[in-house]
């Protein structure tokens, strides 16, 4: 039973495409996140989202939205896409305590 | 501000210790953690340290804490080849608990 679980975990498509990933996840936790993995594996932080309110909007261009229709559930919509984003995107969720959980990750390449 | 940084290699021989380090900026970080992300594989967590203790032992992982200096290391006892992996500083912080990601340390372990 996965925590946290994004599809697809693998993406391939063509520039200007619009794709969206999905994360759920099932530990109850209040607080979501996606981060960006790039090529030289560098991880960084894009949005947060706590119980449904968007907390965190780092430098990202406004291709990218996010949407939590509820606290079990952040997804990451992102029009016209570039070559640039081809990258690895994780999430995660954070409850109470220490512990952040990330999703498996999913592997976007634009051609 | 934020940042985390890590030296970007280090190559040791099976069985000898391997030490990790890491500096980060944000003296108000609550708590620090090392993950682990074999190729082509999410994000392990592998230990964590909350930001009053100076030590924490788990099985063949330590973890130092010099709070004064902002320095963070990872020691791996017996290092083995399955322990070489991409191993990951991060720090929690800010307001709505982000993790802000050194480079990662590109461990290599060989007979």
């Known amino acids: 039973d996965t925590a946290v679980s994004q599809t697809p975990k693998y993406l391939v498509t063509q520039m200007g495409n619009d794709k969206s990933i999905k994360c759920e996840q099932n530990?109850?936790?209040?607080?979501m996140y996606w981060y960006k993995q790039d090529s030289k594996k560098f991880l960084k932080i894009m949005f947060s989202y706590n119980n449904k309110e968007l907390i965190i909007n780092e430098t990202v261009p406004n291709r990218f939205s996010p949407k939590s229709p509820d606290k079990a559930h952040l997804n990451l919509h992102i029009n016209s896409l570039e070559l640039g984003d081809s990258a690895v995107y994780f999430c995660a969720s954070v409850g109470p305590g220490y512990g952040y959980t990330f999703g498996s990750g999913t592997r976007l390449t634009v051609v | 501000g934020e940042d985390v940084e890590q030296s970007l290699f280090l190559s040791v021989r099976e069985g000898d210790s391997s030490v990790i380090n890491c500096t980060y900026t944000?003296?108000?970080?609550?708590?620090l953690y090392w993950y682990k992300q074999e190729p082509g594989a999410g994000l392990q967590l592998l230990t964590y340290i909350f930001s009053n203790m100076d030590m924490k032992q788990d099985q063949r992982l330590t973890v130092l804490l010099n709070k004064k200096d902002k320095h963070l290391s990872l020691r791996i006892a017996d290092t083995q080849t399955g322990d070489s992996a991409i191993y990951f500083c991060?720090?929690?912080?800010?307001?709505?608990?982000?993790?802000?990601f050194g480079a990662g340390t590109r461990l290599a372990v060989h007979p």
């Open positions: 991060a720090e929690r912080t800010g307001g709505y608990n982000k993790l802000i």
């Open positions: 530990l109850g936790h209040d607080t």
């Open positions: 944000d003296s108000s970080s609550t708590y």
